[in-house]
């Protein structure tokens, strides 16, 4: 009875040989990448949240443009002034804005730390 280890020495291996395996390799690398770029984006914005501050630009993930007027850290609550004529002011969770707006124009960067 032949081992294994004594097909793979003698280099008769059954099959189409280790190319099979290529394919599943090449889509695991790509997975680790995705996952590291992800949570490597996601530490920024946690970065770049704890440093915000009063008059910064926000944009929320439902789209609303707003300049911070209030921060309550414990709360985890921003309040952001939405509207200059009317002084509207709205509350949202720190944790729903997704961009800081650097400068006076909207470019849609966010701030460097």
């Known amino acids: 009875m032949t081992t294994w280890i004594t097909i793979f020495a003698e280099g008769d291996a059954p099959g189409p040989g280790m190319w099979q395996y290529l394919p599943f390799l090449v889509m695991g690398l790509m997975l680790v990448m995705f996952f590291r770029t992800s949570s490597k984006q996601k530490r920024e914005l946690q970065n ?14 439902g789209g609303i443009l707003g300049v911070v007027v209030a921060i309550k850290e414990n709360e985890d609550e921003v309040t952001l002034k ?32």
């Open 48 to 61: 770049a949240l704890s440093l915000m501050k009063k008059n910064d630009k926000v944009v929320t993930s």
């Open 82 to 113: 939405v509207d200059d004529t009317s002084n509207t002011r709205i509350r949202v969770l720190k944790s729903s804005v997704v961009r800081i707006i650097s400068g006076d124009a909207a470019t849609g960067e966010t701030k460097p730390q």
